[in-house]
Nanobody, 123 residues
Framework: QVQLVESGGGLVQAGGSLRLSCAPSGRTFSSYAMGWFRQAPGKEREFVAAISWSSGVTYYADSLKGRFTISRDNAKNTVYLQMNSLKPEDTAVYYC????????????????WGQGTQVTVSS
């Protein structure tokens, strides 16, 4: 069974940094674009960032540009989300997802999802 496994979440003080990782188990995700989404309690899942497979073109939620960076290491079959200058409002469960073809900024097109990793930012 294909799974995406996120890691790197935790508790951090405001202004701190975390790096999330996402790696698949059960297969490689060559030719898949990868995305990060987050969902806070009582809110809808929202787009964070996405990256294409081949060209490394990246997309970000406007509100997160400059603080979050998505990257991927295709040799390691891993995608990362570097989060800097974290704020309490960044507190959420963060999910990685895979979509065949081009990146998407909405959840619908994604074919595979991880279980999520909790990020909590204290004030």
């Amino acid at each position: 069974q294909v799974q995406l496994v996120e890691s790197g979440g935790g508790l951090v003080q405001a202004g701190g940094s975390l790096r999330l990782s996402c790696a698949p188990s059960g297969r490689t995700f060559s030719s898949y674009a990868m995305g990060w989404f987050r969902q806070a309690p009582g809110k809808e899942r929202e787009f964070v960032a996405a990256i294409s497979w081949s060209s490394g073109v990246t997309y970000y939620a406007d509100s997160l540009k400059g603080r979050f960076t998505i990257s991927r290491d295709n040799a390691k079959n891993t995608v990362y989300l570097q989060m800097n200058s974290l704020k309490p409002e960044d507190t959420a469960v963060y999910y990685c997802a895979a979509v065949q073809g081009s990146p998407a900024v909405v959840p619908g097109p994604y074919d595979y999802w991880g279980q999520g990793t909790q990020v909590t930012v204290s004030s």
